[in-house]
């Protein structure tokens, strides 16, 4: 009798190895469980956001549910009727789905009208809180002194470049005017250069990110799923 | 006529849904408050948040109408359509059982801290005099015989029945560490029961160890839910295949990049040359043989991120970041949607 954690861990195996054949060529092995895996994703997320924000934040505290009687009678706290106005936004976002009925389909654009305009300001409010303080943060002292109060020359050198590619890549996006002369051409350059190193750098870790993907996805091959497999056939 | 009104009631409405954020940021702390919003911020933005976790259905409604009309039609792929649906609902049906078998778990749990709670809030009301509740005694009367009524409750949960082997000697520690709660809190509602006069220890006491109870059952519990049918279904779902095809889909990238680096990638400047320089050390820095190459890789490759890579991806976020709140702000007053608010051409 095969159990339900071998089973789990064989089905692992197989849609993984699915997922791999499509590397020969797109087939129907691959269709079916990529098509399972959309099915399952999309059937996860709902009920996700459900669990984790909706009855929690809203409809357990707009139903009162989150009070407690106590066993004198008293109560945890008051019920808030503030909480109805919850229905509100609720019955607003009950509006994109107008978008299924011709005749009413304009009303879908009330709500992603008003959903576009509180993500403009949410963008405001995220460019100067975040923004900003990395701004500040990236100039750095050029000249860092040790606890002996020498001079740090690596980390002074670190600081100096870390600033100059900042600006001679802020430099090279800087299309107000024309860039003329022998020095603003050198410093859009190193900026291009610079950005070279950042995009060399950058592919390094993405494939070194999927490449950890990879080889957990062959230790779970090699180790759980073969392992399992011999525990079933032999 | 019509169009034009809906065009300026759509403008209207994304000028109105960003004016809350806009001067929550810009107004000062104490003009907020004045005006009663510090107080309500969480709400408000939740209720920001309900709006939007309302358009999590669409997403399904579109999927049932292309999905569900090509397996009643019976078009081709309708096979996979099918699959897709199974998928979908069995993950609905499955996830929602299994986060309610857990709300059930967490309501047999939360009966001890209510109790603590409650016993919390005789010592403040009793403290501060409170008027309207009654007497001290009572109240206290009324905690330990719900308390008392409460550890009696606890032992059809005190074994190791349900729970995996390999679980096992957890499950043991955390029913000893409820039953050393349990006759602590005996102790202390004995305590409470021949109390003359009013002293904040022994509501304390109970506090404590009724809370120790609940976060300690409530780990045992969902120890034994783990072998319920739900669990290994949504386990299966979840870790068998989403979490497995999930990692696979993305781990497939590795091969495509490469292929594509191979293919394409040709140092045929210096900026290439850079590129690929940069890209060598990140990925040797971060693999055990670079031990053979230098010892210093993964300091290089450290420095790498940290000082170049950072600056120069922190310069282009800094003006995509002017760019991305020049758009916002056109969104906003509704001066870039120009196509988006005009009527559909028949």
């Not at chain 1, 692992?12 to 590397?23: E, H, K, R």
């Not at chain 2, 000062?28 to 939740?46: F, K, Q, V, Y």
């Not at chain 2, 390999?166 to 709660?181: G, P, Q, V």
Request: proline content about 3%.
């Amino acid at each position: 009798m095969i159990s339900f954690t071998s089973l789990t861990i064989l089905a692992g195996g197989i849609a993984t190895l699915a997922i791999y054949s499509f590397l020969i060529k797109e087939n129907p092995f691959y269709r079916f469980f990529e098509h399972l895996f959309i099915g399952i994703a999309a059937g996860f997320i709902p009920i996700y956001t459900i669990k984790g924000f909706l009855w929690p934040q809203v409809l357990e505290p707009m139903l009162g549910l989150d009070i407690v009687t106590y066993p004198d009678g008293t109560l945890s706290k008051e019920y808030s009727t503030s909480y109805l106005l919850f229905l509100m936004p609720m019955f607003f976002g009950l509006f994109y789905y107008a978008i299924y009925f011709k005749k009413i389909a304009w009303i879908a654009k009330l709500a992603i009208g008003f959903a576009l305009g509180y993500s403009g300001a949410l963008t405001f409010k995220g460019f100067f809180a975040e923004m900003l303080p990395q701004l500040e943060s990236s100039f750095k002292p050029l000249v860092v002194l040790g606890e002996t109060q020498a001079v740090d020359w690596g980390q002074s050198a670190s600081n100096v470049i870390f600033v100059l590619t900042l600006l001679s890549v802020m430099y090279y996006f800087f299309f107000t005017f024309k860039r003329s002369g022998t020095g603003s051409e050198a410093v859009a350059t190193s900026g291009r250069l610079l950005m070279m190193v950042c995009f060399g750098a950058f592919f390094g870790s993405t494939v070194m990110a999927r490449m950890a993907l990879l080889v957990e996805r062959m230790q779970f091959l090699l180790t759980d799923w073969a392992g399992t497999l011999g525990q079933i056939f032999l | 006529m019509e169009s034009n009104y809906r065009k300026k009631l759509i403008r209207l409405l994304t000028f109105l849904g960003g004016v809350y954020f806009f001067f929550e940021f810009v107004l000062p702390e104490a003009a907020l408050e004045g005006i009663g919003l510090a107080d309500r911020h969480t709400e408000i933005s939740n209720g920001f948040r309900a709006f939007g976790a309302m358009a999590v259905g669409l997403g399904i409604v579109n999927l049932l109408l292309v999905h569900g009309s090509r397996v009643l039609m019976v078009r081709k792929n309708w096979s996979y359509s099918l699959i897709l649906l199974g998928g979908l609902f069995s993950m609905m049906a499955v996830a929602s059982l299994d986060w309610l078998q857990g709300e059930r778990l967490t309501k047999t749990a939360s009966v001890y801290s209510q109790l603590a709670d409650f016993s919390a809030v005789i010592v403040r009301d009793h403290e501060e005099k409170k008027e309207g509740v009654l007497p001290l005694k009572e109240r206290t009367s009324y905690l330990t015989t719900a308390a008392e009524a409460a550890l009696i409750k606890l032992d059809p949960h005190l074994n190791t029945q349900n729970v995996n082997k390999e679980d096992t000697l957890l499950s043991r520690s955390y029913i000893e560490k409820i039953s050393n709660s349990r006759m602590e809190a005996g102790s202390y509602i004995t305590l409470l029961k021949g109390l003359e006069e009013f002293s904040v220890e022994p509501y304390d006491g109970v506090k404590k160890e009724l809370s120790t109870i609940r976060s300690e059952l409530q780990k045992l519990l969902f120890l034994k839910q783990k072998n319920a049918l739900i669990k290994k279904l949504y386990e299966f779902l979840y870790q068998g295949l989403f979490v497995a095809l999930g990692s696979a889909m993305f781990s497939l990238l590795a091969m495509y990049i490469a292929a594509a680096a191979y293919r394409a990638f040709r140092i045929k400047s210096f900026e290439s040359a850079l590129m690929m320089g940069a890209a060598v050390i990140v990925m040797l820095g971060q693999i055990p043989f670079y031990a053979y190459i230098s010892s210093d890789l993964p300091f290089l490759r450290a420095w790498l991120l940290e000082v170049p890579n950072s600056a120069a991806f922190r310069a282009i976020k800094i003006g995509a970041s002017i760019a991305g709140l020049v758009m916002a702000f056109r969104m906003w007053f509704s001066i870039e949607s120009e196509s988006f608010s005009h009527e559909e051409k028949a």
